[in-house]
């Protein structure tokens, strides 16, 4: 009984919170900070500087999110189709792709970004609820003379 007569006092409390709170926080860091990978693979085409590029994101997370899928603006990249931004329901993976010419030696940069749910996924779908979380990555593309 004694034990127990413990856990009452004031300072028990606040140390057993703080204890709480740091592996609530470990936890949830753990989760939020790897919820999609990102695999960036550029092949080359039948003509010279021109690429197919491939975006692959991978979704970490058992709930489904909606992604807004994009490359960074370069002056050294044109987009032989269209410099397209992607918003999806990613459940488990999904690819991307634009075709490029490449003017010079330059850096892709591709990125993800989870966004608010706005009639994007099926109904009926668990959603990781929305959050500022933003994933990217870069790839070096060498031209050939």
């Known amino acids: 009984m004694t034990s127990f007569q413990i856990l009452c006092q004031p300072r028990a409390v606040i140390h057993l919170l703080i204890v709480c709170l740091l ?3 470990a936890y949830g860091e753990d989760n939020w900070n790897n ?3 990102l695999s960036l ?3 080359s085409m039948s ?3 021109e690429f197919t590029v491939t975006l692959t994101i ?3 997370v058992d709930k489904c999110m909606v992604v807004k899928i994009s490359t ?3 002056p050294n ?3 032989l189709s269209a410099h397209a931004s992607y918003t999806a329901c990613i459940c488990t993976v999904n690819n991307y792709f634009w075709d490029i010419q490449v003017s010079a030696n330059t850096v892709l940069q591709g990125k993800a970004e989870v966004v608010p749910a706005k009639d994007i996924c099926p109904d009926g779908e668990n959603i990781f609820p929305a959050t500022s979380y933003t994933e990217t990555i870069t790839h070096e593309i060498l031209v050939t003379s």
């Open 58 to 60: 991978t979704n970490n």
């Open 72 to 74: 960074e603006d370069n």
């Open 47 to 49: 003509k010279s500087n």
């Open 23 to 25: 592996l609530e926080m």
């Open 41 to 43: 693979k550029v092949s």
């Open 77 to 79: 990249i044109k987009y």
């Open 35 to 37: 919820l999609l990978s």
